[in-house]
């Protein structure tokens, strides 16, 4: 089985910064990967595919990049609305997710 | 609009059996693979299994492999799980995921396993 670690769990950041999550696939996973938000209470919301690409609707201060193993979210100017967990998932052999990245206000 | 409406979570005792489903609407679901994705309280998410389009290629995790089945109905849009000799470990959220890609969801139905 595919194992991703996600780090860090926890991040306390304030409005305005950028903020860069890491995601590591236990091995070559090309670019099946996805990130995703999640708010309390509601459904995960798909941010971006295959790596980099930004899904429909998506505000583009949402980024993705790597492949093979290394790969890394990024927010680049981090807005009230985006506090909250965040998850990468691969999908190159069956479906794994990572930890989750709990982003709080500082 | 695509939309995903789960329903059937309630409160199950251990060892017991309980059948999910999930409603399609707003896409042409027979062209769709489906999955079922769920997260106990306060945890992360966890997928647990997978349908193609024509049924014709199923997964699942480990941990609830011999235990849940899925399944799907296109002629009526719906998407099913079978859940059997359930486990306090089971209690979760349960919700229903377009494709592999995972890009909609429903909404979630609690399955609470619990004397």
């Known amino acids: 089985d595919i194992q991703m670690t996600q780090s860090p769990s926890f991040l306390s950041a304030s409005v305005g910064d950028r903020v860069t999550i890491t995601c590591q696939a236990s091995?070559?996973?090309?670019?099946?990967l996805n990130w995703f938000q999640q708010k309390p209470g509601k459904a995960p919301k798909l941010l971006i595919h295959?790596?980099?690409k930004l899904q429909t609707g998506v505000p583009s201060r949402f980024s993705g990049g790597g492949s093979g193993t290394d790969f890394t979210f990024t927010i680049s100017s981090l807005q009230p609305e985006d506090f909250a967990t965040y998850y990468c998932?691969?999908?190159?052999?069956?479906?794994?997710f990572g930890g989750g990245t709990k982003v709080e206000i500082k | 609009e695509v939309q995903l409406v789960e329903s059937g979570g309630v409160l199950v005792q251990p060892g017991g059996s309980l059948r999910l489903s999930c409603a399609a609407t707003?896409?042409?679901?027979?062209?769709?693979?489906m999955n079922w994705v769920r997260q106990a309280p306060g945890k992360g998410l966890e997928w647990i299994s997978y349908?193609?389009?024509?049924?014709?290629?199923?997964f699942y995790s480990d941990s609830v492999k011999g235990r849940f089945t899925i399944s799907r109905d296109n002629a009526k849009n719906s998407l099913y799980l079978q859940m059997n000799s359930l486990r306090a470990e089971d209690t979760a959220v349960y919700y229903c995921?377009?494709?592999?890609?995972?890009?909609?969801w429903g909404q979630g139905t609690l399955v609470t396993v619990s004397s």
């Open positions: 995921a377009r494709t592999s890609r995972l890009d909609s």
């Open positions: 707003g896409f042409p679901f027979s062209r769709y693979e």
């Open positions: 349908i193609s389009s024509s049924s014709s290629t199923i």
């Open positions: 091995q070559d996973i090309d670019t099946f």
């Open positions: 295959d790596a980099s």
């Open positions: 998932q691969q999908y190159d052999t069956l479906l794994t």
